[in-house]
């Protein structure tokens, strides 16, 4: 994990949603996914802010495109 993130995974739960698409999971591969989460919760937290908000919702985590 890049910063010494915490995990927000549930490492076990993760590989076997991974898995079920037919893939292998690399060791390195829910270190990457944990550094995206902690960017969504970032984000969410920031478009809450942004919007004078305190209270993060459902629509704050939609990344839109070509904004």
Do not use: C, P
């Not at 550094?35 to 908000?53: C, D, E, L, T």
């Amino acid at each position: 994990m890049s910063d010494n993130q915490e995990m927000l995974l549930i490492g076990s739960k993760t590989k076997e949603a991974l898995k079920a698409h037919d893939v292998n999971v690399a060791g390195s591969a829910l270190d990457g996914l944990n550094s995206v989460v902690h960017w969504y919760i970032q984000q969410a937290a920031a478009r809450a802010k942004a919007n004078g908000r305190k209270t993060v919702r459902a629509d704050d985590f939609v990344v839109m495109g070509g904004e």
